[in-house]
């Protein structure tokens, strides 16, 4: 069985442009999360979804940061314009069930770097 | 205030050695995580558990919900064990720790 697919694996790109992340979560994972990692540092949410739901969006900053999973499945975070300190590891994770009953799984991660 | 503390923040040690990892946590929980990160990689899952100890090949984990703490136990270290661990728990939202990196030298 497939696990959670992110693309692209690595991104660069230059301050003020947009950048757009992927998510396929595994099949039949009704949550998805958006987390972004910095350097030694643990996952920080940026989005949680419970089917198409967004379901907690508190800490994603609205003013440059989108996200959308339109049939409950497949997810797209989106950044627009970026900068410099966006630069940081995004990652996406999916689980079976509610936030309290799944374990979580892990996509590779996808590496901005903003120039 | 961070809700999930790890120590320690990085661990050394000889191939051969048992290694503990300790994560205390102040949120009311459903479930622990342990989870793995090599460099460049994405994160594993090792375990969720919310009560007791669980084991999987040389690695053991344990929690006591009483006193918020949980650890990572891992007999006969190799050097393929070197990564990051991260301790994660799950309430009303996740939470996750800053991560311990091990290296374990041959």
């Known amino acids: 069985e497939a696990g959670v697919v992110q693309s692209p694996r690595y991104k660069i790109i230059e301050k003020k442009q947009p950048v757009a992340f992927w998510c396929n979560p595994i099949s039949g994972h009704n949550t998805l999360y958006w987390y972004l990692q910095n350097l030694g540092q643990g996952p920080e949410l940026l989005i949680r979804?419970?089917?198409?739901?967004?379901?907690?969006d508190s800490q994603l900053p609205k003013d440059r940061f989108s996200a959308e999973r339109l049939k409950g499945v497949d997810s797209t975070l989106k950044i627009q314009p970026a900068e410099l300190g966006d630069s940081a590891v995004y990652l996406c994770?999916?689980?079976?069930?509610?936030?309290?009953?799944?374990?979580?799984?892990f996509g590779e991660g996808s590496r901005l770097t903003v120039l | 205030k961070n809700e999930v503390e790890q120590s320690p923040q990085n661990l050394t040690a000889q191939e051969g050695e048992f290694i503990t990892i300790n994560c205390s946590y102040s949120v009311g929980i459903s479930a622990l995580h342990w989870l793995q990160q090599h460099p460049g990689g994405g994160i594993v899952s090792l375990f969720m558990l919310s009560s007791g100890k669980k084991k999987h090949g040389r690695l053991i984990a344990t929690i006591n919900i009483q006193e918020k703490h949980s650890s990572l136990h891992i007999t006969a270290s190799h050097p393929r064990d070197s990564a990051v661990y991260i301790c994660a728990v799950s309430g009303n939202q996740f939470y996750f720790g800053t991560g311990t990196s091990l290296t374990v030298i041959p």
């Open positions: 994770a999916s689980s079976f069930g509610g936030l309290n009953t799944g374990e979580l799984f």
């Open positions: 979804y419970e089917n198409e739901e967004a379901v907690d």
